[in-house]
């Protein structure tokens, strides 16, 4: 089972930027797929951005443009480097593995507070 460890959340102000990191345990990190999902609060989670096992990346229309996912499996590490940050962007961010359609695992969350 893979351990999944996110930070590089924290308090930051309406169009600044924020790096999340994903640290994965485990060496099969290379066969998963990798998400970021976001949940604001009283909300459902939501899907932010993910990446596939090849480099292929998917956004929310939300952050399209704004955010960038990439991975580094030498580092089994996903990124997720966030610019022009909204306040709608503040809730808690959690990374996941998804293998053959499903999630599988989750990191604990970090928060992110976008102040106006």
């Known amino acids: 089972q893979v351990q999944l460890v996110e930070s590089g959340g924290g308090l930051v102000l309406a169009g600044g930027s924020l790096r999340l990191s994903c640290a994965a345990s485990g060496s099969r990190f290379s066969i998963y797929d990798m998400g970021w999902y976001h949940q604001a609060p009283g909300k459902q989670r939501e899907m932010v951005a993910v990446?596939?096992?090849?480099?292929?990346?998917d956004y929310a229309d939300s952050v399209k443009g704004r955010f960038t996912i990439s991975r580094d499996n030498a580092k089994t590490t996903v990124y997720l480097q966030m610019n022009s940050l909204k306040p709608e962007d503040t809730g808690v961010y959690y990374c996941?593995?998804?293998?053959?359609?499903?999630?599988?695992?989750w990191g604990q969350g970090t928060q992110v507070t976008v102040s106006s």
């Open positions: 990446i596939s096992t090849g480099g292929s990346t």
């Open positions: 996941g593995t998804r293998y053959l359609g499903y999630y599988t695992a």
